[in-house]
């Protein structure tokens, strides 16, 4: 994943006509800790998002904008909108992250 580290950053990556993953984190969070654990596959299997990551601590008003209250959460964007979001209580495993995705491929 490649990290996002500014605002403006942010606002052109998830504006891409390509949809992209965000996963909302912090340094000090066990549940991200272990989402890295077990991400990469998941990230190689579904390759038509490009991945990127975003330090909650270092950029709250994205995360207070887009209603990311626990961590680690997946958000996906795409022409700048929000389209979904895995918040953390549903980010604990490999399973979930999946679930999640192909759900969203339905909608596609």
Known sequence: MKPITTIE??????????????????????DCTRMDMFIDPIIEEYNQYDWYELNRDELPELAEKYDVMGIPSLLIFNEGEKLAHLHSANAKSPAQVTEFLNDQMKHV
Do not use: D, M, R
Request: net charge positive; with cysteine; glycine share 4%.
């Open 9 to 30: 950053q942010f606002n052109e990556l998830t504006a891409a006509s390509k949809p992209v993953i965000v996963k909302f984190y912090a340094g000090w969070c066990p």
